[in-house]
Structure formats: C-alpha cells, structure tokens
C-alpha cells in the first residue's frame, strides 16, 4: 500500500522559474515530513523538513507548503536553476515508526537554460 | 564531521550467494536505517537499529537482516541472493535521541548487482 503518493513523476522547467512538487498522505499519524534531493550515483540529500504545526517553511529558495486537512505537502523551487537538475523525494514519518520513511516515488525534474 | 560511509560501493554477486554491507553513521548518530532503492519499486525501508537492537522492520523476506555494534557501526547481510535484489543499498544515520523523530542523513549506497 503506497501511502505517499507524489506528482508529478517528471517536470521540466525554464531556468529561473517555479519548480512544484505535490505529495499527498494517507496515515494521519505521519508529523514529520522531509524532502530529499537525489543526484545520479549519489545518495538522497536532506534539503528540507516541515512538521504539522506549521503550514509553511522556507529555506533560502526552497519551501515546503503543508496543508493538514487535506493531507498534502509540496516543495517549491523559486528561480530554478540547471544545478537543481536532480530527483526530488518527499518523505513522512511517525505513527510510532522510528526513524522509519516512507518515500514518494520521485520526481526528475529537468531545470533548462 | 564526516558523512555516512558505506563499504564496499560496488558489488557484483552471483544467485545463491551472500553478501554483507557495511555502514558507519555520522560521529556521535546512535541510529542507523538501511533502504533499498529501486527503479520499480523506489525507496524502501528494510530496517532501523538503535543502540544495537533492532527498532524497526519494514516488509522484506528473513533473507535481509541486519545488527549494529556498540559504535553504532551496521552491517546488513543479504543470504541467498536473487535477481531481484539487484538494487542500490543506502544507509542513513541520525542521532534520535529520546525516540523523537531526528534528520536523517544519507550515505552514497553501495550498488549491489546480482547476475
């Protein structure tokens, strides 16, 4: 049972523009949600996190927007860049699981000149 | 301070055989999870451990396990392996402690082909 689901599966953007990436939960139990963002050959890099009691973070052009109610999250690339090529993850955790993730499935974003 | 190591980075095996993977955390990380990750079926969590015991486990067969030694070092062992198993390993090491939920940061993988 996949209980993060994320869209859209690629994105190609124009340098300097918005990059929007959605996830969607289903365990309501999940209160920490992180955003990873994965280069070829290397391991997923920890970009940015949210927790429920907030509705929006943000760290320098990245931010996550998180609406409770309807269990969904999304990370904002504000002036895109073609270092920004990458797969971007996003993650939740909780319900008793540990450190346990439980992953979307990815989006490659493609970020163009 | 130095990342999360992972040893060897690159394995090839053959059906039927074993392989154990290592993993050191981050200098002071008590917790250490392991990932599978592939095309298909994307980043998968097998299991954590946390000062030495095993904390969680997600749905893999008893042929993955795993232990952690008392300076947080893992191992991950994988018995008679399969073609399906062909995937990138990545250990992720956090501090967590008190049980609270805590960042986790991730190793390079180590690529595990099975032919």
């Known amino acids: 049972q996949q209980q993060v689901k994320q869209s859209p599966q690629s994105l190609i953007v124009q340098k300097g523009g918005i990059s929007i990436i959605n996830c969607a939960y289903e365990n309501t139990a999940f209160d920490y949600f992180p955003w990873y963002q994965q280069f070829p050959g290397k391991g997923p890099a920890l970009l940015i996190a949210?927790?429920?009691?907030?509705s929006e973070k943000k760290e320098g052009r990245f931010t996550i927007s998180f609406n409770k109610s309807a269990k969904q999250f999304s990370l904002h690339i504000m002036d895109s860049q073609p270092g920004d090529s990458a797969t971007y993850f996003c993650?939740?955790?909780?319900?008793?699981?540990?450190?346990?993730?439980?992953f979307g499935t990815g989006t490659q974003l493609k970020v163009e000149l | 301070k130095a990342g999360v190591t992972q040893t060897p980075r690159y394995l090839i095996k053959t059906r039927g055989q074993q392989v154990t993977l290592s993993c050191s955390p981050i200098?002071?990380?008590?917790?250490v999870s392991w990932y599978q990750q592939t095309p298909g079926q994307g980043l998968q969590f097998l299991f954590e451990?946390?000062?030495?015991?095993?904390?969680n486990k997600g749905n893999f067969p008893g042929r993955f396990s795993g232990r952690q030694f008392s300076n947080s070092r893992s191992e991950m062992n994988v018995s008679t392996l399969e073609l399906g198993d062909s995937a990138l390993y990545l250990c992720?090491?956090?501090?967590?402690?008190?049980?609270?939920?805590?960042?986790?940061?991730f190793g390079p993988g180590t690529r595990l082909t099975v032919l």
């Open positions: 949210i927790r429920p009691d907030v």
């Open positions: 992720a090491s956090s501090w967590s402690g008190g049980g609270a939920i805590s960042e986790q940061f």
């Open positions: 200098s002071g990380h008590r917790s």
């Open positions: 993650a939740a955790s909780g319900a008793g699981g540990g450190n346990k993730l439980t």
């Open positions: 451990y946390f000062s030495e015991t095993q904390r």
